[in-house]
């Protein structure tokens, strides 16, 4: 066989990766990230194990295909994004007493935030409602 030019064979790498989306499981790493992040804050901050399972917890859940789970799990990422907007102020307001730089923290933080709530968007996928089985969607 003569070799193909490359030209055709960029083609169809491009068309392979702009066609195809993810895979539906795939979309569920940014909730289990949001997870994860929410209970390293939950070690750094002292808490005591079992209340730092709960998030574990619900990381594990995610993957359990029941009715309804998927709003369990956007109530859990508001609740973190919650605490993330008020760790946020403390962090602000101590360092604005101090008189040290607030903008790094702030930034971060609020990017957190933002990512938290963002991340609860991912349940309104509807193959992901339809792993879930919720009613009314395919």
Do not use: D
């Amino acid at each position: 066989k003569a070799p193909q030019p490359f030209s055709k064979i960029t083609g169809t790498i491009e068309s392979s990766l702009t066609t195809k989306p993810l895979p539906t499981m795939l979309w569920l790493i940014l909730p289990a990230l949001a997870h994860v992040l929410f209970a390293a804050h939950l070690l750094f901050h002292g808490a005591a194990l079992w209340v730092v399972a709960l998030p574990v917890a619900a990381l594990v859940l995610a993957f359990v295909p029941v009715r309804y789970m998927n709003r369990l799990q956007q109530l859990c990422l508001l609740g973190y994004a919650c605490e993330w907007a008020y760790s946020t102020y403390e962090l602000v307001a101590r360092r604005i007493l101090e008189g040290r730089s607030y903008h790094p923290a702030l930034e971060i933080m609020a990017g957190v935030t933002l990512f938290t709530l963002l991340t609860a968007l991912v349940f309104y996928r509807p193959k992901l409602l339809a792993y879930y089985r919720c009613p009314g969607q395919s």
